[in-house]
């Protein structure tokens, strides 16, 4: 039993979502059995993220069928992780969701797809198998297409149509990619591949198949060129669905790019150079996008974009210091970005608006939040010894050695740049003086609510706060796990030996 | 025969292509169809043709003797047919549920999630 | 489309689509055919009836709102990959197979249970999808 616990959290899911289907149209029930099942979810992913540390990396043949012929399931110490995160982040928005989505939604299935979403999210970290990847891309955009659009407002429909179409074009360059590996290859196992591609004579056309890669998972992570979509659609469905999506679907997709190009596309330096543009010009756009945006949760949209370069810039530069600031960065967004998102929709919450001209006096009002919010805003900024800080030390030195000075110049201006926005939207939001804003007629106020239900909206975001609070005073537990994964990820050897000896 | 299926597979993503780039929003999941199908026929290709030999062993032996037919593109093919087709329904929903509530087809009358509020 | 030609025949079809459904379903492990397909066929033999006889008449035979076959094909199909984990202690999906085959069925295994789930899983998806678009429309 013990050694297939990588597969539990999985299971988890779908046995979560097909329970929450028969529970169709209860919604007290639904609100119970996702909050309870998350914490069951989040007991196995810190079991398998203690087992995979203490045991090495732990593998599981689908259907006995022995690698690389079956679908293997991987987990290694990044794949732990993120499944960990992302059980956690899943947890705190089950319980955010179920005071924040309306019951009509909940009805529609709202908690069902949820897991769905949490469903491919971890399968996507666990799977090693290329196509197999591709399906759990699929899983993650469908439910989040119906998460996206669930209420059916205009401004949803019309994000939603944005949003739709430029993953779907995603996936299938992501087809197209794999279509072209497989015909150089016959595999489509990743340790597999990892083997043969650098085997291969036609340099062009793996050049060709990784450039198909990098556009595929790069409209997913929303870096540089390629990120139109998300300030247009990320706005739109209510915040519950905006800190998950928020939180975790653009970082799948810097997970893919970091599984691929540190295991099967490897030492190209035209590859690494343009790595390294995009992920400069994403810090630059990004944080220039933030400043200029009115919309709490527009800034926050850029935020993310300006962040995702953070870990393409560790992810171009290759050294074991550079990934390990890539992976540390990478934990502490997905817990500071899901924690953001749920903040604008308690903002929006108690005063009935996110535009930032629109919003004041929070801080006079609600003291306790306000100083509550500000600990995830400074952690985003990276206030030492605040989570946001470590990595950019990594990124830095890793920018110094390999004598990158450009990136240097341009962490440092996009973490300048946040620390404007969170300046400006901590005196907009909280230290200005409140204006007077007229009474919205059938808005549920924050104070109007039922004291369980600020609890179920407050709780999530202070778990959140304690985790990122740890991950900053804790560092140096982070620092270790994130050099091992990134030790790991640069002798991927004993992932492959782990993947293609492990015949049970 | 492969260099037939080349030219048909260049031609749906041009098309696919061409059709995602009008103004229209039907055109624009026409356009995503076509480039689909497109990516399939092209796992096919790649997945080398084989005439005639499936990959299946003989009663008496215990290995394929002779070139077989890869059975996993068609797999692959089959498994992506069926998510787009999931994709497409909801596309088809969407497309319709966006041209009530917004009342035009025209993709560059869908501006308000870009604009400031 | 209500002609008195397809709505005889439509209950005649009605019964013969749904069986054959069930062969296509039964013979696919080694031949063309299995749960997808299988599905596939028994929908459309729901979809004729409703053309023939309307809408109405079709969720009145079918007594069930489709939209619960899914968690149901689902839930199925599920526990046809989680009887390995949990009885055999093998991995996630394996097939296992009962010794002896049943006379007309054939060697019963996991994976027929797998596939009886899938067929139930896309018939439910798709009169949903057609329910959901003919009564907007």
Known sequence: MMQQLLIYPLLLQLFLSIVLMFAWGKVNLQRIISIVGSIVGLVFSGMLLYQVLTQGTQTMQAGNWAAPFGITFVADAFAATLVLLTSLAGLAVSCYSSASIIPARIRFGYFSIFHFLVLGLIGAFLTGDIFNLYVWFEIIIISSFVLITLGGEKAQIEGAVKYFTLNFLASIIFLTAIAVLYGLTGSLNMADLAVLVPKLENKTLVDVAAILFLIGFGIKSAVFPLYFWLPASYHTPPSAVQAIFGGLLTKVGVYALIRIFSLVFLGDSFLQETLIVIAVLTLFSGGIGALVQKNLRKVFSYLIICHIGFMIVGLAMFTEVALAGAVFYLIHDIVIKTNLFMISGLIYRIKGTVQLDKLGGLYDKYPKLSLLMLIPLLSLVGIPPLSGFWPKISLFLAAYDTQNYLVVGMVVFASLLTLIVVAKLWAEAFWKKDAELPERSHFLYFDKLWISRRIQFIAPIVLLTLVSLYIGFGAEHIQQLSTRIADELINHKQYIDAVMTNRN | MEFLLAIITGLLYAAGLYMMMRRSLVKLILGLIIIGNGANLLIFLLGRITKGSPPIIGEHEKLLSDIYADPVPQALILTAIVISFGLQSFAIILVKRAYKVVKTDDLDKMKATDEEV | ?137
Do not use: C
């Not at chain 3, 709102?65 to 009887?83: D, E, K, T, Y």
């Not at chain 3, 999906?93 to 899983?121: C, K, N, R, S």
């Open chain 3, 1 to 137: 489309m209500k002609t008195i030609i397809l709505r005889t025949a439509s209950n005649y079809l009605l019964p013969i689509l749904l069986l054959f459904s069930i062969f296509i379903l039964l013979r696919g492990h080694y031949l063309p055919g299995g749960g997808f397909v299988g599905g596939l066929i028994a929908s459309i033999a729901f979809v004729l009836h409703a053309f023939a006889n309307g809408l109405k008449d079709t969720k009145k035979l079918l007594k069930i709102h489709p939209g619960f076959l899914m968690p149901l094909g689902l839930a199925i199909a599920f526990l046809s990959g989680l009887l390995p984990v949990l009885g055999f202690g093998e991995p996630f999906m394996t097939g296992l197979w009962l010794e002896y085959p049943i006379p007309v069925i054939g060697a019963i295994g996991t994976a027929l249970f797998f596939d009886i789930g899938v067929y139930i899983v896309v018939q439910g998806v798709v009169l949903t999808i057609i329910i959901t678009i003919s009564e907007s429309a």
